[in-house]
């Protein structure tokens, strides 16, 4: 139980579904006196509790799946430790939209590949290059 609580808030956050982010919170709390005795034994659970306390960076990258750039944009956030961040590709925002609303203006400038990088779903220019995106993670 205690294992779900991190990828529930992430979901949560990513979707802006604040029922996830609820039960996520729930579970946190319905743990508190166990992990007041044994944080060590609940790293996961602490680290989802902070996940949920802070500022929350959404980075999206859209593009076509076989782009080169897109692959180096992937690789880069994936290389980097963001642990108050959550990532999703766009290469389909027809469908995407469904799940994540904002992705449906979060698309691929001029046929490139392209990425956002947001906090609290206030997102800053389009970058349209992995070096672009290193130097804003920085």
Do not use: W
């Not at 060590?40 to 980075?59: H, N, P, R, S, V």
């Amino acid at each position: 139980v205690q294992t779900c609580a991190l990828p529930i808030s992430r979901l949560g956050k990513l979707t802006s579904r604040r029922e996830y982010v609820d039960i996520a919170r729930r579970t946190i709390e319905r743990f508190a006196a166990q992990i007041q005795h044994y944080p060590t034994g609940f790293a996961q659970m602490l680290t989802a509790a902070d996940f949920l306390i802070g500022e929350t960076k959404e980075i999206i990258i859209a593009g076509r799946a076989n782009d080169a750039e897109i692959h180096a944009m992937l690789r880069l956030v994936a290389e980097k430790y963001l642990p108050q961040s959550v990532v999703a590709f766009n290469y389909e925002p027809e469908e995407l939209k469904h799940y994540i609303e904002q992705a449906e203006y979060q698309i691929s400038l001029n046929n490139q590949a392209t990425a956002y990088l947001c906090e609290g779903f206030v997102c800053q220019m389009p970058l349209g290059s992995s070096s672009a995106l290193a130097s804003a993670l920085a």
